[in-house]
């Protein structure tokens, strides 16, 4: 488990915009990439390796359900990166965990889903 003045973090759909945004948050000394999850077992490991060999271990753990990693108590955020129609629903399974959340626009494609 990662320091208490770190903050945790997790990914949620790790393609290429995720793998783009992973150096900014890995460059922050008080950020540790714990876990990750994606649809696509590529993209999963692909993530994994590049997060375990940033940490220089093997500790970066892998889900292929999103809610999976949402239900690890050690995880306090999460980088949702998937594709625009699941913006909404992995926010609200993450806001429901109680986890932080970084996501990019759009939030959702409609004002309905937004609310």
């Known amino acids: 488990m990662a320091p208490s003045n770190?903050?945790?973090?997790?990914?949620?759909?790790?393609g290429n915009r995720a793998?783009?945004?992973l150096p900014n948050f890995l460059a922050f000394p008080d950020v540790q990439f714990l876990a990750v999850s994606d649809a696509r077992e590529d993209r999963r490991q692909k993530a994994k390796k590049a997060i375990d060999e940033h940490y220089r271990?093997?500790?970066?753990?892998v889900y292929n359900d999103f809610r999976e990693l949402l239900a690890q108590p050690d995880i306090d955020a999460v980088l949702i990166a998937t594709g625009n129609?699941?913006?909404?629903?992995?926010?609200m399974f993450a806001a429901q965990a109680g986890k932080d959340i970084y996501c990019?626009?759009?939030?959702s494609l409609?004002?309905?889903?937004?609310r």
Do not use: L, Q, Y
């Open 19 to 21: 793998m783009f945004i």
């Open 104 to 107: 990019e626009k759009p939030i």
């Open 57 to 61: 271990n093997e500790d970066c753990r």
């Open 85 to 91: 129609r699941w913006h909404a629903t992995a926010s």
């Open 110 to 114: 409609t004002i309905r889903a937004g």
């Open 6 to 14: 770190r903050i945790v973090f997790g990914g949620i759909g790790m």
